[in-house]
């Protein structure tokens, strides 16, 4: 549960991280893939999240 826990700490990170670089860049593709990858980051999270409480 220890290594789950740490992995969904990591795409909460990432996500965040993502996040900022498509609210700092100038480029339109390059924001609309960083706000994706956020997203995408998010909903890893969220399903990480969803089954360590399910295996409580």
Do not use: G, P, Y
């Not at 924001?31 to 399910?54: G, I």
């Amino acid at each position: 549960m220890k290594d789950m826990q740490t992995h969904l700490e990591k795409l909460r990170v990432e996500a965040e991280e993502c996040e900022l670089i498509s609210k700092l860049a100038t480029n339109e593709a390059k924001k609309e893939l960083f706000a994706k990858l956020a997203a995408h980051h998010r909903r890893l999270a969220d399903e990480v999240e969803r089954t360590m409480k399910e295996a409580r």
